[in-house]
């Protein structure tokens, strides 16, 4: 212990942007003047032993290459013998392989950085066993050629790694992934004032490049560019690949732009790599952002996902930052508006009949929401699914169609209607109880409510989706799964989702009198469902072809121009419907 006692105090060479940031600490740091300072005494080396001990489980000194010099502490299996046998060996050596070049980018932030916060990084014990550990370091101006090194353990990762192949990156969080932590970090940046940044990282031509590389120099370069955005993320564990080319980092607030791009560049220069597209980058600093929590976190992962799906080309290598700046504050402004809208109710609501087409009457409404100076609302929904409002829509919706109900309850005839509920608002966590605190109220009359979903949910969640779907038809919901054939996950939807009715995508029933593809699919559409014993419904019927067609094919409801435009008119429905799909006595279509 002695070797580490006799460098105390402690002080930082320099106060680095991650130096211990404010208050106590950097007081503490500041040099006294000299004749004064107090020379260590041993409860001064004690009292910064116990210090270093409450921080970590092992206590390692190295060189800036690694090379370890002393270690006290708990053996973390990293040595079967006395931790002190450490010295001499390489830390590399009790990392695992695939961390070994991060460790490098590591040491080299201790030097060029004078503190690292802990960064999780696996290690390798002696028998091969392998385990996550917090590496935190620091130099000191007094001791040149030392790098201090505390290893906590702990425990598994945060994110499951992905299968690391030959020359895979492998450690890079996926998009999914990156976006959470993205957001659990502008929280904390918000309520604990954790000065982080986010960068979005172009490499243009990457991919192009890696593939026309040697195996070995390919590998070369998506490990150099993993361990280094792993290196400079925060805690070692925020760094994402979004698409082939691009990257998003959260990070320290002191890491900037430029240097992250020369640094890309020299990875792939020493790789003999020959990039043809240039590199750029856009940092945010998330405490400086004149945004209130909620809508800055929607807003920078609606503008990350932009830039994930590389959407409108606003992310070229020309205009990255400014494509990002106005992404995001195009952003802020539309949920801000979003928000409005739905504060303040500004959206009224229309009414569609879905027919029998053998007898020509209305078999129940759909519900279809309006915006003022706005002919569809596809936008303003597909918007508000992306940052996350559409949920308190969707309940909001629920509420006014039922109360709209509750107006006309007396009626003898009073149809079923039908709601849209985004599979996004069905899948969160709260849907099903604040579902059931809207509806209670109006007893058995929400039981006139039909709900639409439209599968936009990834393969993996349809399980989920079916649970909270089964619940609501065991409370009496019937529910019908609205564009059926228009999302590539159709089948498996049908397939992994027990509902009542399913609704056939339109652009088949217009398309399939003139497209024998379309034709085809309709076909094959129907066939499963019938076979699912589900109650079909064609929607854009606006000819008497497409009726008569979907007659032919058994499918028994429709929807379209052809039986009646949405309308506002819900007494007309509610007091004298069942003549809306007939003609003097005649189905429509057949007259
Ligand atoms: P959707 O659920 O597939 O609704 C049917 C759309 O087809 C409606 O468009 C309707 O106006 C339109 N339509 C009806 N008959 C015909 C026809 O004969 N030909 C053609 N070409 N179109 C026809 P709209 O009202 O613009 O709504 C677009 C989408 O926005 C809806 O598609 C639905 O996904 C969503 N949406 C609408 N209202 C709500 C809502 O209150 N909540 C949620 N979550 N989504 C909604
Ligand atoms: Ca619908
Ligand atoms: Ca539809």
Redesign the pocket.
Known sequence: MAQNADALPLRPATPAAEAPPRGVERRAAKPAPAAARPQPTGRDRDRFVGFAFAAADLLIETDPKGTILFAAGARCRLTQHDVASLVGSGLHEHVAPTDRKYLDVLLKRIVDKTRIKPARVVFQGFDGHRFPALLGGCRLESCPGSLFLTVLLASGPRHEAPAVGPGAAGQLLDNHTFTAILEDRIVQAREKGLDNGLTLLLIEGLQGMVDTMPEGAAAEVRQGIDAYLRGISADGDSAGQLGADRFGIVHTADVDGDEVQTHIADIIKEAGGDLQGGIRSWSLDMADSQLDAADAARALVYTVQAFASAQGGEFTIASLEDGAQRMLSDAVDRIGRARATIEKRDFF??Y?PIVDLESGDVHHL?????LEGM????DF?TFAEDVGL?YD??LL?TQSVLDTLKAYHLEPKLPDVA????AK?LMSPLFLRQFQAVTEPYGDLARKLLL?V?ETVVVSDIGTLNDVLQKLRSAGFRICL??VGAGSTSFQSLYGLQVDYA?ID?KFV?GAAGNPRDMAMLRSMVDVCLQLDLTLIG????EPDHARLLNELRVTLG????FG??SRDFAYFAKDWSKMARKGGAVLWKS
């Open positions: 609501v229309v569609q759909e519900a279809l929401t309006r002919p569809s609302p596809a929904i559409i829509f969707d919706l709601i849209n509920l985004s608002t639409e439209t609205d564009d609704k339109g217009r929607e854009q019927v606006e929807q379209g121009y052809l435009r949405p």
